[in-house]
């Protein structure tokens, strides 16, 4: 069931479960189809502005009409939607407890996977974020650090790949050296920023670990 947060006019913001996809995909759990079956519209009316990976859950926000898709899409692009992440990781002992990190990322298609690359590789795109460990907890015989994670930047797989690279995977995250057995969303998008017709708006939800 998907929780509509928020709706207005233009768009609607939503939390997206775990395993759903962020965009329309006949036959498969998704965003988009909810929102229209919620609203009783077409799939068509539900303009996707941004993503969240399949493994990744909580706040997005989707375009109702082509105005707000216009309007979302200059936000997105002058960097003024901000979001706020939950993460659920291994962290290395050697990870700060707050800091930025700052790479150059290359996503390989083929293998649907990021990696870390010098900056003057083609097709490397610069990737920025902010964490703050805030909190741990024993799970499965582990030790499960949270970190609160702002983005600067928006790359593919960013926040995996870049706690991956300095040995701090998050949970279940094989793909980037997760050595835990986890099914669920160990990133969550728990704060969600965007100005609107000369307002600043606002949503949280909370991250609620699913043990």
């Not at 079956?37 to 303009?47: H, K, N, R, T």
């Not at 979001?83 to 800091?99: C, H």
């Not at 050296?177 to 160990?186: D, E, H, I, L, Q």
Request: with cysteine.
């Amino acid at each position: 069931m998907l929780e509509i947060i928020h709706r207005e006019k233009d768009f609607v913001v939503v939390n997206k479960p775990y395993g759903w996809l962020s965009e329309f995909s006949a036959g498969q759990p998704n965003v988009p189809a909810a929102i229209a079956e919620a609203l009783s519209i077409s799939p068509d009316q539900v303009y996707t502005v941004h993503r969240l990976d399949r493994t990744t859950a909580g706040l997005m926000v989707y375009a109702l009409t082509k105005r707000g898709a216009a309007e979302l899409s200059r936000s997105i692009t002058g960097g003024l939607l901000k979001k706020t992440y939950t993460a659920y990781i291994t962290a290395d002992e050697s990870l700060p407890r707050s800091g930025e990190m700052a790479d150059f990322l290359y996503f390989d298609r083929r293998r649907d996977k990021s990696f870390v690359v010098k900056g003057d590789r083609p097709g490397a795109k610069e990737a920025r974020l902010t964490y703050e460990l805030v909190d741990r907890f024993a799970y499965k015989d582990k030790e499960i650090t949270v970190a609160r994670v702002c983005l600067l930047t928006g790359r593919t797989h960013q926040i995996r790949v870049q706690f991956g690279s300095r040995r701090s995977p998050l949970i279940g995250d094989g793909k980037y050296g997760s050595r835990v057995n986890f099914k669920g969303a160990s990133l969550v998008s728990t704060e969600l920023d965007f100005p609107w017709a000369g307002k600043e708006l606002r949503f949280s939800i909370d991250a609620n670990f699913q043990m």
